[in-house]
């Protein structure tokens, strides 16, 4: 993500292997053959509705409402980035990417829509507006106006938020639509014209790393909505254009599926440290994006090879990198697993779509639990509860929160103000990027399923009012899940449907359901986790009883992590929260224009021990009685639900300024007792790969 901080000595390497061979296959094009059986994408096994569509309610409606009032939903009146962007006719840019307002739109719309709030529908408007009145002669997108500066991929997002607003707002669908078209005009011709816009060449100046055309898949999303359901007379255009994006990667040596495969990914999980793996693919956020590269090609050559791969994919990546808290650690490159190695805001948010969308091609059910991971665990572990300030790296293992005095620290290409909590610690790109991650989250957690009934696949409370074969349904999800392990369904139809819900992975055998029927009985999902229920037309109701125990996992050199249900756990730290100026990514200070008396960078310091071993075969469940959430929920001490863990105090050393590895010989240096464990999403300094060591009985009933 930060383009402008890679290494320049990288970047001249990356030129000259784009100079060299373009392969055969580059310049092999389908001839296409009009909208028959070869030409139609292939379908989803979950479709996703179209934005809208379904509304938050419970306690993710309040989390959104933090996320409108906090800093993603006021950017756009205040950030130098965004406020003042050369899309919208300003002049402030973080690099020439011009990407800043882009990654905002895509991210305030789905806002905007998932929570029908109009002050947010009044700033995408706006922005629009401004863009598409500004579409150039040639069909350009955006303030650039010559060769030199025209790069595609800020235009992949801004497209994505298109494609969002008009299945939202019937009344800007023509408009947006129109744009769309002129614009794939222009794109189509500068791919023809030697990839011009995905690989910069001598004299040229807007994406030297490359980064376009690793992401060069992301325009599939929007043109291939397109192609399906606003073609016009150009299905051909759209369906060549998507195919010289890939061709491109492809000469650009960004071709993910000679990445994704056994022997060729970087198969290591704890390596020395200061050694990343050196290369765009293995760039966290583009490893994010990239997962789904595969699949956009799929859906065009119906090859069946490429779904295959995309489980490999995934299985390497779950294998290798991810962190416990569901996203990939990568401080911005891979290296290894160890936990005081960072992992990107913006991977986060990436992974948190790339799996909700991954799994509704797969349908494998790890899958939509590796969203719910991600999405409760690593994205509200960096995010403030009151949503104004993140971090920029997340630690596994971050007994504080502050500037770290060590430099050049552990981390390969962040800075030392990578795990405060701020406006823009070390790089901007999260700040406008943060905010797609929930909103995406709600509009795909209820799907369309392949025998045109509906599933709640993401189980958080929501609703959804939609047609099936012309008849209404409504759906009304209520739970307080991932906090209560209980759901319940209010269902209005005026046709008979088959509805389904999502049994998560870890739930027991013994997690129950009640059928419309009223009828109780155990859980009987299918393969890929789904559980049927025979809906009536008329009112319904349907409740599902989720029941599971802690579950250890254990890591290399005696360590362990602690989970419950799609939750991980780490150490409850009291907190010395004080708060400081922000410092602007370059280092200097922010101009005060682009402030708010909200904007702040946080220090956070342990004012409890954070240095323990922990005994896993000695947990308990700790579940207050509640019939409400706190909010903001992802707060310490807000969660009803916690967990209490024998541990013990160890000597722990530092490195770095933070706590080094978990030490392999622990030395004891208290008396074992009864430890308070909260969400890793609660406590934004928190320990949750411990030392394993064993304890005689504590108890652990305080
Ligand atoms: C497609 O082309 C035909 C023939 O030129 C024209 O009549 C029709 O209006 C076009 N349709 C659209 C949607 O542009
Ligand atoms: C499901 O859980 C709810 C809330 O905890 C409880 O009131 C209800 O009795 C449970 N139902 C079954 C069938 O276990
Ligand atoms: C275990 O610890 C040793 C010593 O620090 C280290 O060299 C080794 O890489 C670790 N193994 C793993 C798998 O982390
Ligand atoms: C909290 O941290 C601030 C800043 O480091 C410090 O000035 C203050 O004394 C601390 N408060 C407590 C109660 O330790």
């Given at each position: ?172 669908t023509n408009r947006i639509v129109d744009a ?20 910069e060449k001598e004299g040229q100046n807007y ?357 419950y249900g799609p939750l991980l756990y780490s ?132």
């Amino acid at each position: 993500m930060a383009a402008s901080v890679i290494a320049k000595a990288f970047t001249a390497s990356l030129l000259i292997t784009i100079g060299l061979a373009l392969p055969q296959e580059a310049l092999k094009r389908n001839s296409f053959q009009g909208r028959d059986s070869n030409t139609a994408l292939i379908q989803p096994v979950h479709q996703s509705f179209p934005l809208g569509t379904i509304k938050p309610r419970g306690w993710f409606r309040d989390q959104l409402t933090l996320e409108a009032d906090g800093l993603a939903g006021n950017l756009f009146d205040f950030y130098r980035f965004v406020h003042d962007s050369m899309w919208i006719g300003g002049s402030t840019e973080y690099s020439v990417l011009n990407e800043a307002s882009p990654y905002w739109f895509n991210s305030i719309v789905p806002l905007a829509f998932g929570l029908d709030d109009p002050r947010l529908k009044g700033q995408i408007y706006a922005y629009m507006d401004y863009v598409l009145d500004h579409q150039q002669d040639d069909g350009w997108l955006g303030p650039e106006t010559t060769p030199e500066t025209r790069g595609l991929w800020a235009r992949c997002y801004f497209l994505v938020g298109l494609m969002q607003y008009a299945q939202a707002d019937h009344t800007q669908t023509n408009r947006i639509v129109d744009a769309m078209h002129r614009y794939v005009v222009i794109a189509n011709s500068m791919l023809k014209d030697g990839f011009a816009g995905l690989i910069e060449k001598e004299g040229q100046n807007y994406d030297g790393d490359g980064f376009g055309a690793m992401r060069a898949h992301e325009m599939h999303i929007p043109l291939q909505w397109l192609y399906e359901n606003h073609p016009r007379n150009n299905s051909q255009l759209i369906w060549e254009t998507m195919e010289l994006m890939i061709e491109g990667s492809v000469a650009a040596n960004s071709d993910w599926r000679k990445y994704w495969v056994k022997g060729v990914y970087p198969e290591v999980t704890y390596t020395p440290r200061n050694e990343p793996f050196k290369d765009l693919f293995n760039h966290g956020v583009n490893m994010a994006e990239g997962l789904r590269y595969p699949l956009s090609i799929y859906r065009m050559t119906h090859d069946e090879a490429l779904k295959t791969q995309t489980r490999t994919a995934v299985d390497l990546l779950s294998q290798y990198h991810k962190s416990l808290a569901g996203t990939i650690i990568g401080d911005e490159f891979i290296t290894d697993l160890n936990p005081i190695r960072g992992a990107e805001l913006c991977t986060a948010a990436e992974m948190t779509f790339s799996m909700a969308y991954i799994h509704q091609y797969l349908g494998d059910n790890d899958l939509a639990d590796w969203a719910e991971l991600v999405a409760f665990n690593a994205v509200p572990g960096s995010i403030f509860p009151d949503w104004w300030s993140h971090q920029y790296v997340q630690q596994e293992n971050q007994p504080w929160s502050r500037n770290l005095a060590v430099s050049p620290g552990m981390w390969v290409n962040v800075g030392t103000q990578g795990n405060v909590f701020g406006l823009e610690p070390n790089y901007p790109c999260c700040t406008v990027n943060h905010g797609q991650a929930y909103p995406k989250f709600l509009a795909n957690s209820f799907t369309k399923t392949q025998d045109g009934g509906i599933a709640h696949v993401l189980l958080i409370p929501g609703s959804i009012t939609t047609s099936l074969d012309n008849n209404l349904v409504s759906i009304q999800a209520d739970t307080m899940y991932p906090f209560g392990m209980h759901l319940k369904y209010t269902i209005t139809s005026s046709t008979d449907f088959s509805f389904y819900v999502r049994i998560p992975g870890w739930a027991d055998e013994s997690s129950t359901v009640t059928g419309p029927d009223g009828k109780t009985s155990k859980v009987s999902p299918s393969d890929q986790g789904l559980q049927k229920f025979s809906v009536r037309r008329g009112l319904s109701s349907v409740t599902v009883n989720l029941s599971t125990e802690p579950r250890v996992v254990t890591r290399a050199n005696n360590t362990a992590a602690i989970y419950y249900g799609p939750l991980l756990y780490s150490l409850h730290i009291d907190a010395n929260v004080s708060t400081v100026q922000p410092v602007a990514f370059s280092g200097d200070s922010i101009p005060s224009a682009s402030t708010t008396t909200h904007t702040h960078d946080h220090v956070i310091e342990p004012e409890s021990v954070w240095n323990i071993a922990i005994d896993p075969s000695q947990i308990r469940v700790a579940q207050a009685d509640v019939s409400t959430l706190a909010n903001p929920i992802w707060d310490l001490n807000a969660p009803p639900l916690e967990l209490r863990v024998a541990a013990v105090e160890i000597d722990w050393p530092l490195e770095f300024d933070t706590a080094a590895d978990p030490p392999l010989e622990p030395k004891i240096t208290g008396k074992p007792f009864s430890a308070r464990f909260v969400p890793f999403g609660s406590a934004k300094i928190h320990m949750a790969h411990l030392p394993v060591v064993q304890m005689d009985k504590v108890d652990l009933s305080n």
